[in-house]
């Protein structure tokens, strides 16, 4: 009997950022060899490849301690036992949650992740948010990432390295003064055998492009969703190599 075909699974929380949906823009990774998303934030081209041995990192203190325990700890019991329905304002941190149970709730329920709040938000019980729907799924497809590592990438193994740093010209996620020059200097150690996606969007306000690497135009995405005419909408660039 033929082996069913391999899917990806949906976002596990809400980030910042459109990797999820991009990923059909971009190369598939290369067969058995890993991948590595040295700026993950939810690891959307990673989940829709989550098969492969897969090492993510970030630097938010929110998903160094998201991602580890999603990945060596939760079940789907945990997941399971998360509360629905609770009303706006509840401050997450006293409900009686684990400390990863605090964080996929925060991450699943709110639009904005990066700074400290703990509360429910206006949007938590609409469709698309912490919903019986969303964490039935999201019970069932935790154990497609449990073979995952959260660790910082050391840029030395063969693999397909996804690259998806702080914008130059746009939000950088409480970043300051990111090193663009480093981040080539990385890049440049990656070893023969790999294949490396960096992506990045044209400036929205001066349409510039940034040059640290030979960015390509790629497609245009839906960043955030408001109002049916009042989307916005990202200018992709990517850049491909095949080393």
């Known amino acids: 009997m033929a082996r069913p075909p391999l899917k990806p699974i949906s976002p596990l929380f809400k980030w910042f950022g459109s990797s999820y949906m991009s990923a059909k823009h971009y190369p598939k990774p290369l067969a058995d060899k890993p991948i590595f998303e ?64 605090q964080q996929l709730l925060k991450h699943r329920q709110r639009t904005n992740n990066v700074g400290n709040c703990w509360t429910i938000s206006a949007w938590s019980n609409k469709p698309g948010q912490w919903v019986s729907s969303i964490r039935a799924k999201t019970a069932e497809q935790i154990h497609a990432i449990k073979h995952w590592k959260f660790e910082p990438v050391t840029w030395d193994i063969p693999g397909t390295y996804y690259i998806d740093p702080p914008y130059q010209y746009n939000y950088q996620y409480g970043i300051k003064n990111f090193d663009y020059q480093l981040l080539v200097d990385n890049i440049d150690k990656i070893p023969q055998g790999s294949l490396i996606i960096a992506s990045e969007a044209v400036c929205p306000k001066t349409g510039a492009i940034p040059d640290y690497l030979p960015f390509q135009p790629s497609h245009s995405q839906v960043t955030s969703r408001r109002k049916k005419t009042n989307s916005h909408h990202s200018k992709e660039l990517v850049y491909v190599k095949y080393t």
């Open 38 to 101: 040295p700026f993950c934030g939810g690891a959307g081209y990673s989940l829709n490849y989550h098969w492969h041995p897969v090492t993510i990192y970030d630097c938010n203190p929110n998903l160094q301690e998201l991602w580890p325990w999603l990945i060596n700890e939760a079940t789907s019991e945990d997941i399971l036992n998360i509360p629905l329905d609770l009303p706006e304002g509840t401050d997450i941190r006293a409900l009686g949650l684990s400390r990863g149970q």
